[in-house]
T-cell receptor, first 116, second 112 residues
Framework: AQSVAQPEDQVNVAEGNPLTVKCTYS??????LFWYVQYPNRGLQFLLK??????LVKGSYGFEAEFNKSQTSFHLKKPSALVSDSALYFC??????????????FGSGTRLSIRP | AAGVIQSPRHLIKEKRETATLKCYPI?????VYWYQQGPGQDPQFLIS???????DKGSIPDRFSAQQFSDYHSELNMSSLELGDSALYFC???????????FGEGSRLTVL
């Protein structure tokens, strides 16, 4: 069974500094990995995904994530944080052996707070 | 661009009543997923459909049922509502070739 762990409930960063939100995963096959962002009382917005190819994936709003197979990690990064990046971030995984509609499993979420 | 449409956005019910949530996927998306998100919780997978057939099942209570119709919209039916059913219910859709899910804005169910 697949699982996702986000070890940090909250990450605090000053505006303009780089940020990292951590994620580790466990799947039986090759992983399909995703990051989503959620603003209060809103739906989840897709940021980026890793399916195959380059380990560094670039996504929306200047975010990127690095896939590390040996460490089973998929950390979300941004070189320079903005106050508007403050939100709840979810890492998610799907086993590559998935059927057409198999589920994506979410981590517990990390609240990112960017101070001016 | 068209997004996933969910209705109603807000719903208030009494205990033991029934509720129906509707989801209209992005055009040409043939796969629909339902998730439940309690306060301060991560989204929990309930059920998914591909080409109108149930594809995967998660922690959906027996009191809940869902289906996908010929126009690909989906409905989640909830009966004998309990206080613990109060949550945000998200629908998502996808194409099987792309992998990522696109979420609606959610339906907030409050059970009193």
């Amino acid at each position: 069974a697949q699982s996702v762990a986000q070890p940090e409930d909250q990450v605090n960063v000053a505006e303009g500094n780089p940020l990292t939100v951590k994620c580790t995963y466990s799947v039986s096959g090759n992983p399909y990995l995703f990051w989503y962002v959620q603003y209060p009382n809103r739906g989840l917005q897709f940021l980026l995904k890793y399916i195959t190819g380059d380990n560094l994936v670039k996504g929306s709003y200047g975010f990127e994530a690095e896939f590390n197979k040996s460490q089973t990690s998929f950390h979300l990064k941004k070189p320079s944080a903005l106050v508007s990046d403050s939100a709840l971030y979810f890492c998610a995984v799907r086993d590559s052996g998935y059927s057409s509609a198999s589920k994506i499993i979410f981590g517990s979420g990390t609240r990112l707070s960017i101070r001016p | 661009a068209a997004g996933v449409i969910q209705s109603p956005r807000h719903l208030i019910k009494e205990k033991r009543e029934t509720a129906t949530l509707k989801c209209y996927p992005i055009p040409r998306h043939d796969t629909v997923y339902w998730y439940q998100q309690g306060p301060g919780q991560d989204p929990q997978f309930l059920i998914s459909f591909y080409e109108k057939m149930q594809s995967d099942k998660g922690s959906i209570p027996d009191r809940f049922s869902a289906q996908q119709f010929s126009d690909y919209h989906s409905e989640l039916n909830m009966s004998s509502l309990e206080l613990g059913d109060s949550a945000l219910y998200f629908c998502a859709s996808s194409l099987p070739t792309t992998g990522e899910l696109f979420f609606g804005e959610g339906s907030r169910l409050t059970v009193l």
